[in-house]
């Protein structure tokens, strides 16, 4: 499929839930979860990605509730546990189960989540710079969720993403701000991650006996420079799992599917198979 045809997307009703997700290929199911910044869809995420591994499975790549396209319930706190229950609910409505989730940052709390509350549902799991545990927010995290609409703090978080700076440009920076000022965008965002942000870390992370009991195989990824979750995290969690590997890139920020994708995608698909 090309990749305008892929980026155009469908909506899916997720018990009663307008769900705006993006779907190639045939094979396994494969479900992609993107992460927390402002402006964030699934395709902004995964845009690299998803051409190359549908290739080998059936992906889908929904945006998550209070984010991107899918709708955003007036009604809703858009909280940790309704993003669990969004993706749990995504995931029934494929024709194919057990599935394998690939979760990015805030995406693999939610992978993780699944592990720990619905394990019939998984097959295997990738958490790509994944929160998951408790530790004092870092500076990074804490900009991303404290984000007021403006082009110049979206350049310092795609600054703080990225640890190759061939990718901070202004037309990226214009790009992901013009998404995060979309109706409706802001408004579920900072209701999001009100202050005080510890509280959201607290929320995504699964005690670690919890995480000691999961059966699911695991590849956990994560960025040297990582300034956004930092290493440390992914390191425990990899600990933590019974059935995990583990790769760490070096020179590469928190983006390792944006700053590795040849790599990444070569990591992913092996595991997967």
Same mark, same amino acid.
């Given at each position: 499929m090309? &990749?305008?045809?892929?980026? $155009?997307?469908?909506?899916?009703?997720?018990?009663?839930?307008?769900?705006?997700?993006? @779907?190639?290929?045939?094979?396994?199911?494969?479900?992609?979860?993107?992460?927390?910044?402002?402006?964030?869809?699934?395709?902004?995420?995964?845009?690299?990605?998803?051409?190359?591994?549908? @290739?080998h499975v059936a992906a889908y790549a929904p945006d998550i #509730?209070?984010?991107?396209?899918?709708?955003?319930? &007036?009604?809703?706190?858009?909280?940790?546990?309704?993003?669990?229950?969004?993706?749990?609910?995504?995931?029934?409505?494929?024709?194919?189960?057990?599935?394998?989730?690939?979760?990015?940052?805030?995406?693999? $709390?939610? &992978?993780?989540a699944v592990a720990v509350r619905r394990p019939e549902l998984l097959e295997k799991m990738v958490l790509m710079g994944s929160i998951g545990v408790s530790f004092p927010i870092s500076e990074g995290l804490a900009e991303v969720w404290a984000y007021t609409p403006s082009l110049e703090k979206m350049r310092r978080l795609i600054d703080l993403f990225a640890h190759n700076k061939k990718l901070v440009t202004d037309e990226l920076a214009k790009l992901r701000y013009e998404a995060s000022i979309q109706p409706g965008y802001q408004e579920a965002y900072a209701q999001a991650f009100? &202050?005080?942000? %510890? %509280?959201?870390?607290?929320?995504?992370?699964?005690?670690?006996?919890? #995480?000691?009991q999961v059966q699911i195989p695991a590849l956990v990824i994560h960025g040297r420079e990582d300034r956004i979750i930092p290493l440390e995290v992914g390191v425990r969690i990899y600990r933590l799992l019974p059935h995990a590997d583990m790769h760490i890139f070096g020179e590469c920020g928190h983006w390792t599917q944006i700053e590795k994708t040849a790599d990444f995608n070569a990591q992913v698909i092996r595991f997967l198979q």
């Open positions: 090309a &990749a305008s045809a892929l980026e $155009a997307g469908a909506y899916r009703d997720v018990k009663g839930l307008k769900t705006f997700y993006h @779907q190639a290929g045939n094979g396994r199911p494969v479900v992609l979860i993107h992460g927390s910044g402002p402006g964030v869809s699934a395709w902004a995420n995964w845009r690299l990605v998803l051409p190359e591994l549908s @290739q #509730i209070g984010f991107g396209k899918t709708d955003k319930p &007036a009604d809703c706190a858009f909280t940790h546990d309704d993003r669990v229950n969004h993706l749990i609910n995504f995931i029934e409505t494929l024709p194919t189960k057990p599935v394998r989730l690939i979760g990015n940052s805030m995406g693999g $709390a939610l &992978a993780l009100p &202050a005080p942000l %510890q %509280q959201h870390v607290e929320a995504m992370s699964v005690a670690e006996e919890r #995480i000691r």
